[in-house]
């Protein structure tokens, strides 16, 4: 008896499996190579550098193998880290990778190598936090499945800055095909502008092989804030759910970019009016879209609420498949800005969908022109859908106009009041913040908001500027007395950062440039009177420049109530001078003055490449003073033909251009020159003796506008492509389109 009893308590503690504490890369190397069925290794709590994890065994179904932190959250990949996952039936757990990047390109991968690949497998509770290189566009994903049947879970994606996909499925073999993988209640977000393509969130598959099936299924994730590029999902192969996730301020699409027979339930998006929000891209054939939610998103094109796209005849992989054999049901588009019908028509996508119908949707909104008809839509049917009284139907059938009041219900869904319409989205349960990712981490990078710290008084002097600055702490306002203030010494800001005075204070410097924004700053300057007399005899001079190194975060630029004067001691001495990899979200200029300058103004040109990367989304010029710029007043440069961006946002408005752009040295010979810019709009402003001002449209749908402006008859307006209207423009107009006088106001 004593002996079967012995025997069974072997057998059931050989069930379970051992446990395994381990404090070193070695003893976690050996732990990993003894592993057996059941086995759980335990990384003990502390700071792990410098740890490439192959974390390759074979578990099984009833006994997988656990390698998991000792304690959640307290074991930290730092420095040069990274982990791959091969063998089967293996769980990963409770582990963070910050204060670092992957040596590799990806921080975590499903197999070991090419033919030794992960199976059966979860990521489950794990974080990745601004794990990001050096180099904004070298091209680093951070997790990628492959294999079959594996899992990632209530992980957390946070702050991904560089060039490459957050998280990929890739089908690039057999064994990976028809995966049916599970992406489940992680947390994505937030994730920055990349100004350029490979920006996405999520991708399943690519072009070459989106013929093929993945059969994977993203349920109740939650998308903060990704805004990388146009496409937050892009979904590259065929049969794949997408379903009960939510989409908050997103500035992109759920995107049938490839692939067949996607199914898009259930998923909410709220835009909450912020710009560029989008909602569902459909290309493709036979697609799904049924009962999603869509609030307050503002996008047109191809990131509006609900986008169906024209195609390309007898189109290769890599571009646009027609709309065909789809079904677009029982929808809610709330006061949403576009619904897109036929978009992206052109010579070359002039295949307009074909068997797809809209039932059962509703629409509200206080716009009569919610609907954007690009193309002949005889292929689509409409049946039972529901508009709100404002809205001009897009067709005679299939649309019902009724007066509908909203109630918010407890989901936080705004639905119809009153009697049930028989249209429209019923959700039940969907993502929140509250339910997807880790509930024990809290990411440390945060992005500081201007003048949320200190106001430290700064005495004028010799590098007093200097020295404040280097104390300063992110958000702190410095705030200059009157005087003058001269800097021997470069300055870096290193954070964000306010320079501001009541007075006037004069600033001289001796250095190529006064500021250099590096990785990490922004800055706001205001009431400043900038002199370039003591800059250092040689071109290139700059007031503000950005590191000549690549940045992987974006920066702000804020000048208000600034005088800029004696920019000339040598050639090409710009305000700003910006470097290759480096973006600005927004540069605003407002109420200030540039005069005899030898350089440019703002030169945001140094992404000549032409593959669609570019220098800043938006600029904003207003109510501000150009005399005597031997340069260009802005130059701003998106090349390439890439649609996978917004490719820049400009106004100008009430401002005062004179003698720009005329010198020799201005090889562009431009006063204004504007590339593959989407949108720009340029108003009641006065131009007087300047150089011409170029418009080249190049990429999607652009819109550039020049109007109520005072414009010379000699002036010279260089425009290429479509998209541009120049209308109310004359030698004697006064008063422009807001009633105020043309140009300055006081």
Known sequence: MKKIIIF??????????????????????EAIKMAKPGDIIIMAN????????????????????????????????????????SGEYLIVKGLVFKNGFSPTSEVISFRKDSKTLANNSRLTEVVIDNFN????????????????????????????????????????????????????????????????????????????????????????????????????ISNKSGQNTYRFNTFFECKGTLTM????????????????????????????????????????????????????????PNSPLNRYVSVKESKIEGNSLINCDHIELCAGSDSERSAIPQTTSLSRNLFVSNSPKMFGIFDD??????????????????????????DIKLIRNEKGLLIPQGKELGAGAQIANFANRENTGVTWYTSLTVDTPFDSGNKIEVNSGLNTLYEAINNSKPGDILILTDGTYSTSKSIEIPHTL?????????????????????????????????????????????????????????????????????????????????????FADTVSIKNSTFENISGAVLALNRESDDIGIYNAETVLIENCSFKNIEGAALDLYR??????????????????????????????????????????????????????????????????????????DSQILNIEGEGFENHNNSSEIKIGDDNKPVGLLK
């Not at 970019?257 to 891209?281: K, L, W």
């Open 8 to 29: 069974l308590l072997f057998i059931s503690l050989s069930s379970f499996g051992a446990e395994k504490l381990v404090s070193s890369n070695s003893e976690l190397k």
């Open 46 to 85: 502390g700071v792990w550098k410098n740890t490439e994890i192959l974390f390759s065994a074979k578990g099984t179904k009833s006994q997988p193998i656990t390698l998991k932190a000792q304690e959640k959250g307290k074991v930290t990949l730092e420095e040069s880290s990274n982990l791959r996952i």
């Open 133 to 232: 290189g050096p180099e904004r566009y070298d091209v680093q994903a951070w997790t990628i499945l492959y294999g079959k049947n594996n899992r990632v879970d209530h992980c957390s994606f946070i702050n991904k800055r560089t060039q490459g996909v957050t998280l990929i499925v890739r089908l690039n073999t057999a064994e990976s095909v028809e995966n049916n993988h599970q992406i489940d209640h992680n947390y994505f977000g937030p994730r920055q502008n990349l100004g350029s393509n490979g920006g996405e969130t999520l991708r399943i598959g690519t072009s070459h092989f989106s013929m093929m099936n993945s059969k994977s299924i993203v349920e109740y994730n939650y998308f903060d804030r990704c805004d990388g590029e146009h496409e937050i």
């Open 498 to 582: 306010s320079i501001i005075s009541n007075n006037k204070a004069k600033l001289l410097f001796e250095t190529k440039a006064l500021f250099t924004i590096v990785n990490g700053g922004s800055l706001k300057i205001k009431g400043l009177h900038i002199d370039g007399e003591e800059a250092p005899d040689g071109p290139l001079n700059s007031v503000i420049t950005t590191s000549k190194y690549s940045m992987n975060k974006n920066y702000k630029l804020f000048i208000e109530d600034c005088d800029f004067i004696n920019l000339d001691v040598n050639n090409y001495f710009n305000v700003l001078r910006v470097a290759p990899s480096t």
């Open 639 to 712: 090349g390439g033909t890439d649609e996978s961006t917004t490719a820049g946002f400009l106004n100008v408005a009430h401002c005062y251009f004179e003698n720009v752009g005329l010198s020799k040295k201005n090889k562009k010979g431009t006063s204004v020159s504007l590339l593959g810019v989407q949108n720009a709009n340029i108003e009641n402003s006065i131009f007087k003796a300047t150089a011409p001002l170029d418009f080249i449209l190049t990429v999607g749908e652009p819109i550039n506008i020049i109007h109520h402006c005072q414009i010379e």
């Open 377 to 402: 839509i005889s292929g689509l049917s409409f049946d039972k859908n529901i508009i709100s009284g404002a809205i001009e139907s897009p067709s005679k059938k299939g649309f019902t106009s009724k």
């Open 257 to 312: 970019r490839h692939g067949n027979e996607t199914h898009v339930e259930g998923n909410v998006f709220f835009g909450n009016g912020v710009s560029n929000t989008g909602g569902i891209r459909v290309i493709n054939e036979k697609q799904t879209v049924i009962n999603n939610y869509c609030e307050g998103l503002t996008g047109n094109r191809f990131r509006g609420a609900l986008t169906v796209m024209n195609g390309v």
